[in-house]
C-alpha cells in the first residue's frame, strides 16, 4: 500500500474522530445533558442494527472480494440481503405495533418512529456501500464518507441552534435525520456505478449462500462485542436517567482519538491479511505486525494517560467530572487493536 493511500486511510478516521471529539462538548452548551443522553439512544440503535441486519455478510464481501469472479455478484448479495431484511423486520414490528420512539426516549410519537427508522435505514446503507468504496481502494472517497455523516450534524446542528433559534431534543433528532440522509444519497452517487453492474451482473444463489455461510456466525461476535460496549449504555438508560447517560456518553466521547487508531489500523489490516493469505505469505508477515501493534498498544494507553488534563478545558463547568473515567472507557477501543 503506497503513502498516498495510506495517507487517505488515516485521514478519513482522523477527521471522525475530531468531529466526535467536539461534537458533544458543543452540543452540551446548547443542549440539556439529557437530550444529550436520548440522542446517545438513537445511535446506539444504529450501531446495534448493523450488526443485525448485515449479518456478517460485509465481512463475506471483504473475505470474498479477491478471489471471487463475479464481483458485481458479490456486490448485489452484499447489499440486497441486508436491506431485504431490514424491511421486513420493519413491516413486523409496524405490524406488532412497535414503538422505537418509546423505547429509545420514552416518548409515544409516530413521527419520532419514521425519523428513527429511516437513521437506521440511511446508516446501515453507508456501512454497506462503504465496503465496495473500501475493497475498489477507492481511499479518498471512503475517507470522505467516513466523516460527512458527523460533519453534516454538526453543521445542522449549528444551523438549528443560531439561524433556527432551536435547542429541543426534537429538533436535535431533525438534524440526525438530514445528516444521515444526506450522506446516503452521497454514498449512492459515489457508488452507482458499482451499483449498476451489480444489477447487471445479477443474484447468485451460490455466492450469497457462501456469503451467509462465512458471514452468519460473526452476527454473533459482533452482538457479543456490542453488548459488551453498549449494555453499560442501556443500564444507565434503564436504572437512573437519560441525564446520568448523558454524562457518561460525554465521557465516551473522548474515546473517539484513541478509536481512530483501531479503525485505522483495522481498516488496513483485514484487507491486507486476506490478501496475504491469497499469496500464501500470511504467517510470517502476520507474526511480526502482531510485535508492531503490541508496541502501538502500550504507547496509546500510556499517552492517553498524560495527555487526559485537556478533556475539562473543552466542557463546560458542570461537565468536568467526566475526566474521572475517562481512562477507564478507553481500554476497549486500545485492547481492540490487538484482540
Same mark, same amino acid.
Given at each position: 500500500?503506497? %503513502? ?61 472480494? &479477491? ?6 455478484? $458479490? ?12 424491511? /421486513?423486520? /420493519? ?11 418509546? &423505547? ?29 468504496? #473500501? ?14 455523516? %458527523? ?61 451467509? #455461510? ?30 446520568? $447517560? ?33 499469496? %500464501? ?15 502501538? /498498544? ?42
Amino acid at each position: 500500500m503506497n %503513502k498516498k493511500k495510506l495517507g487517505a486511510h488515516f485521514l478519513g478516521p482522523s477527521i471522525t474522530a475530531f468531529l466526535s471529539f467536539i461534537t458533544l462538548p458543543i452540543l452540551s452548551n446548547y443542549f440539556s445533558i439529557d437530550d444529550i443522553g436520548k440522542f446517545s439512544m438513537l445511535q446506539l440503535a444504529v450501531n446495534l442494527s448493523l450488526v443485525i441486519f448485515s449479518i456478517g455478510l460485509h465481512q463475506s464481501f471483504v473475505r470474498e472480494y &479477491y478471489e471471487c469472479g463475479k464481483k458485481g455478484s $458479490l456486490t448485489l448479495s452484499m447489499v440486497l440481503v441486508p436491506i431485504s431484511l431490514f424491511f /421486513i423486520t /420493519i413491516l413486523f414490528s409496524k405490524i406488532l405495533n412497535v414503538s422505537y420512539s418509546h &423505547y429509545l426516549f420514552e416518548i409515544e410519537s409516530d413521527i419520532l418512529d419514521l425519523f428513527v427508522s429511516i437513521c437506521l435505514f440511511s446508516g446501515l446503507w453507508i456501512h454497506l456501500t462503504n465496503h465496495i468504496l #473500501r475493497m475498489q481502494e477507492r481511499v479518498n472517497s471512503y475517507a470522505v464518507m467516513l466523516f460527512l455523516p %458527523k460533519l453534516l450534524t454538526l453543521l445542522s446542528t449549528l444551523t438549528l441552534v443560531f439561524y433556527f433559534k432551536r435547542s429541543d431534543f426534537q429538533g436535535l433528532i431533525y438534524c440526525a435525520l438530514v445528516s444521515y440522509f444526506c450522506s446516503m444519497l452521497f454514498c449512492l452517487f459515489l457508488n452507482k456505478g458499482a451499483l449498476m453492474y451489480a444489477l447487471s451482473e445479477g443474484f447468485d444463489r451460490k455466492i450469497t449462500s457462501n456469503m451467509i #455461510r462465512f458471514g452468519s456466525p460473526l452476527v454473533l461476535g459482533g452482538l457479543a462485542f456490542w453488548l459488551l460496549t453498549a449494555m453499560d449504555k442501556v443500564f444507565i438508560k434503564q436504572l437512573s436517567s437519560y441525564s446520568e $447517560l448523558g454524562y457518561y456518553s460525554m465521557a465516551a466521547n473522548f474515546t473517539a482519538i484513541i478509536a481512530l487508531f483501531s479503525t485505522v489500523f483495522l481498516n488496513i489490516w483485514n484487507p491486507l491479511v486476506y490478501k496475504w493469505v491469497a499469496e %500464501k505469505t500470511g504467517l510470517v508477515k502476520f507474526t511480526n505486525s502482531m510485535d508492531l501493534v503490541f508496541i502501538a /498498544i502500550l504507547c496509546l494507553w500510556s499517552l492517553s494517560g498524560v495527555f487526559s488534563w485537556i478533556i475539562p478545558l473543552v466542557l463546560p463547568e458542570e461537565l468536568k467530572k467526566v475526566e474521572t473515567i475517562f481512562l477507564l472507557l478507553i481500554g476497549g477501543p486500545i485492547l481492540k487493536l490487538f484482540f
